[in-house]
């Protein structure tokens, strides 16, 4: 019963995920070699450790309009002076998992959540974060009921596949600095009338931590990685 009352909600609701990102950044998620290779090597000659992928290194467009903040700013934090990859994309995934739809706009949620993307155009896949929160007609309603929710985490790591293509290749990551992170954790959510629950998640960030920079969020993975 409670189950099909968060679904009436919205709560249980699975945001579609853009399986197919520009020059298969995201797909070295899931492969065991070859997966920094992917982020890193976009554009250069190909190594005896990656296969040849066939990228360019053009900018990849963004499809997806990113909206103004209101006057006053966005009512989402923005990103925290972090440059550990784990402990950023904790924070991405706790930015990613909570929202107020009583008193945010899907508009400003969207431009805050802009904020913590990468500039670096050649690897932000927005689609695909832009793509974590409901659509502008499930918003409304999460809006109609006084919607909310709050995020922890409770690990982050980094997922097999990843350590081992960085094992075998060290010197990729120096192109773009680019770690994909598993994350673990639980919203709590609640709305008018007194309900509420709780979900636990798992997501898969893939982050940019440049030396000497603060990180940023470049993109979502299509499926969660081990």
Aim: aromatic share 6%.
């Amino acid at each position: 019963m409670r189950k099909r009352s968060l679904d009436a909600l919205g709560i249980g609701w699975q945001p579609p995920r853009r399986i197919m990102l520009a020059a298969g950044i995201l797909a070295a998620l899931l492969v065991l070699t070859g997966a920094v290779a992917w982020w890193t090597g976009r554009g250069q000659s190909d190594s005896a450790s990656a296969p040849h992928t066939g990228s360019s290194a053009s900018p990849k467009s963004t499809s997806a309009p990113v909206p103004k903040p209101p006057p006053g700013g966005s009512k989402v934090a923005g990103p925290p002076p972090i440059a550990d990859p784990l402990a950023f994309a904790r924070a991405s995934a706790v930015m990613l998992w909570t929202f107020d739809a009583r008193t945010t706009s899907r508009d400003d949620q969207l431009a805050g959540m802009h904020t913590w993307m990468t500039g670096e155009t050649a690897y932000a896949d927005w689609d695909s974060v832009q793509a974590q929160i409901p659509d502008p007609l499930l918003w409304s309603r999460l809006k109609d009921n006084g919607q909310h929710a709050s995020a922890t985490t409770s690990e982050g790591h980094f997922p097999s596949a990843f350590k081992q293509a960085l094992a075998e290749n060290p010197q990729a990551i120096t192109e773009a600095y680019i770690y994909a992170v598993t994350v673990r954790g639980k919203t709590q959510l609640a709305w008018n009338g007194g309900g509420g629950g709780a979900e636990d998640r798992q997501i898969t960030l893939a982050v940019q931590c440049r030396p000497g920079k603060d990180c940023r969020l470049v993109a979502v993975a299509p499926r969660v990685a081990p």
